[in-house]
């Protein structure tokens, strides 16, 4: 990183809570600001029905500006949705929340985190792997609306030896410089 000093910004504290009723109105807009397949309300409301779902916002100040959703599994968290405002990428609002997930983790439990990035989502896949994820497989097709690939990403705890993730070979590692 030669030019680290020049592009990173202030840090942005946030609080991290659960996602409510009423900050449906800001994350609809961050999602639709954040991706040309964006979740609509419905598609929000239909997850967040389910027993496993949870919801979570970044707050600054009075203001919605990060939110993730995430299924709760046996051994793993999957992440189903996450996006930061696009006025504040890249002041540490989405490693804060990367944090509180990891945070949840156990080594007794839930050993994993888990999500699937559009392979045409460069963006995503270095935040990710600059929070310690590993593309771990490609998914064929895997999203209906583009019929495009997907990295199948995980984070594990550093405890929890996996041979799926120590053996991994895949377009992404193979250009990793570690």
Known sequence: ???ASRTEKEQVR??????????????????????EFAWTEEDFLRCLRQRNCIGMVA?????VVGF???????????????????QF????????????????LSSHRR?????EVRETNLPAQMFFRAQNFRAIKVLRAFYEDSGE????????????????????????AQYEGS
Do not use: C
């Open 1 to 3: 990183m030669m030019n």
């Open 14 to 35: 946030v609080h991290i809570r659960w996602m409510i009723r009423r900050d449906m109105p800001e994350v609809l807009l961050t999602e639709q600001e954040s991706f």
């Open 59 to 63: 707050e600054q100040g009075e203001r």
């Open 68 to 86: 993730m959703i995430y299924e709760l599994h046996k051994q793993k968290l999957h992440i189903l949705n996450f996006a930061v405002h696009p």
């Open 89 to 104: 990428r890249r002041y540490g609002v989405g490693g804060q929340m990367v944090s509180k997930l990891i945070s949840k």
């Open 111 to 115: 050993t994993r985190i888990t999500l």
């Open 149 to 172: 690939d997907a990295f199948l990403m995980q984070y594990r705890l550093a405890d929890d030896v996996g041979d799926e993730f120590e053996e991994t070979v895949n377009r992404i």
